[in-house]
Every structure is written in C-alpha cells, then in structure tokens.
Nanobody, 115 residues
Framework: QVQFVESGGGLVQPGGSLRLSCSVS????????MGWYRQAPGKERVLVAS????????HVPDSVKARFTISRDIAKSTLSLQMNTLKPEDTAVYYC????????WGQGTQVTVSS
C-alpha cells in the first residue's frame, strides 16, 4: 500500500525555519528516489528537492539551495526537508513523492510564510 504522510508545516514569519517530515511506505522508500514538491495557490506543483535512491545524493535547485536541505532516514522510511530563511514566496502546500512521481499523493502539509 502506497502511503505518504506529510507533517511539520505551519505559519511562520519571514526569516523563520520549519522542518517537514514525510513518513513513506517502506517498499516505496527503499526502491525509489524521493522528492519534496510544493504547490502554491494557482500554480502547478513543482519539485523543490530530491534525493537519490542509491547513496542518498541530494539535488536542490539554485533557487532554494542555500536555504533548503533534504535528508532521509532509511531505517524509519522518513524523508525530511529543513527550510531556513523562509520567504513569503515559499508559501505552498508541500508534498513528498517519488521521483518521478507516482499517481498517488498524500494530503500534503501547508506552509505559510507571513508577518
């Protein structure tokens, strides 16, 4: 059974930090590259960070590279995203999924950056 359960979002002021977590079905986590995606209001869902299946190499686009860190705990089948120096434009619903994605999505976790 495919399962993605995201948590850790919330309301934070600009410049603040959040750490997102995603609990993933063990089989899915073990056999796939994983990623964090976000969807801002009125926009398409985009990939913001990924980590390879083998060796756990992280890939983060330049737009957030200095602020976002993706990591994983293989033993717990958990994917994390540490987000620092948050900006209002980071406001979105954040999801985890495989890379490339499966058709199934979890409920996501809302991140709102506002003063």
């Amino acid at each position: 059974q495919v399962q993605f359960v995201e948590s850790g979002g919330g309301l934070v002021q600009p410049g603040g930090s959040l750490r997102l977590s995603c609990s993933v079905s063990a089989d899915i986590f073990r056999n796939n590259a994983m990623g964090w995606y976000r969807q801002a209001p009125g926009k398409e869902r985009v990939l913001v960070a990924s980590i390879t299946r083998h060796w756990g190499v992280a890939h983060v686009p330049d737009s957030v590279k200095a602020r976002f860190t993706i990591s994983r705990d293989i033993a717990k089948s958990t994917l994390s995203l540490q987000m620092n120096t948050l900006k209002p434009e980071d406001t979105a619903v954040y999801y985890c999924n495989t890379v490339p994605t499966l058709d199934y999505w979890g409920q996501g976790t809302q991140v709102t950056v506002s003063s």
